[in-house]
């Protein structure tokens, strides 16, 4: 027993490392992308100049809708307060963006937080990636994250809910089943074993189309 709990205890820290660096590249990319967009706003900003002194309007429509465009990809949509936590949920959002999911989000984090930084990322972006996950399955007219966060009394409240495409899911030894495959199941198992350890409070609801998460973590 002791040597099946130290190959498990191997496996989940195998996956937490594979989490942490598959964050890490996510956020490193967001920021190369706003640092490349600085680094071109002077031959943009001559660019626009340039059509401008040739009365070329339509010119510098083009260019400034390119620009937006271009912005919008890279833009922070979610200031919290909290650095780590905007850290992850921009690069999340990013990431859905980029798989054409619309996402939602009212995050906002008004205090200190004591909880690990690491139990964190482990937290959001276990419940990010399953959520972006169940959405690549629907049609792109049907694809919805919404992502709550804010504070309850002196607890932090936590809230995933995604549209899913195999309507109401069944619980599997007291679990909801997950598709993804060998070693991913350690994402949830993380979250669950977080939450306890800190004393907070899951609940997770399949109803018809929907998929919740809501989390309360103690922060005092």
């Known amino acids: ?19 942490i660096e598959i964050h890490y590249a996510e956020v490193e990319n967001m920021y190369r992308q706003t640092r490349g967009w600085r680094h071109d706003y002077r031959s943009h900003i001559q660019a626009l100049k340039a059509y401008a002194a ?28 909290d650095p780590m936590a905007d850290a992850i949920l921009n690069s999340k959002i990013s990431l859905a963006r980029s798989k054409h999911i619309p996402v939602q989000a009212d995050a906002s984090i008004p205090v200190a937080l004591r909880i ?32 709550y966060i804010d504070m309850k009394g002196s607890q932090l409240y936590l809230s995933f809910t995604n549209f899913t495409a195999v309507g109401k899911q069944k619980k599997l030894g007291g679990r909801f089943r ?43």
Request: proline share 2%; net charge negative.
């Open 116 to 147: 690990s930084r690491l139990d964190l990322c482990v937290i959001i972006g276990n419940l990010f990636d399953n959520a972006i996950e169940a959405s690549q399955a629907l049609p792109e007219e049907e694809r919805l994250i919404r992502v």
């Open 54 to 81: 040739q009365e070329n309007w339509e010119a510098v429509r083009a260019y400034l809708d390119e620009l937006e465009n271009d912005l919008s990809t890279v833009d922070t949509v979610v200031k919290t307060g």
């Open 1 to 19: 027993m002791p040597l099946l709990s130290k190959l498990i205890d191997r496996r989940i820290a195998a996956y937490q490392r594979e989490l």
């Open 178 to 220: 997950t598709t993804k495959g060998e070693g991913h199941g350690f994402g949830l198992v993380r979250i669950d074993a977080i939450v306890e350890r800190l004393g907070g409070w899951l609940s997770r609801n399949s109803e018809d189309g929907a998929f919740t998460t809501e989390i309360l973590l103690p922060v005092g």
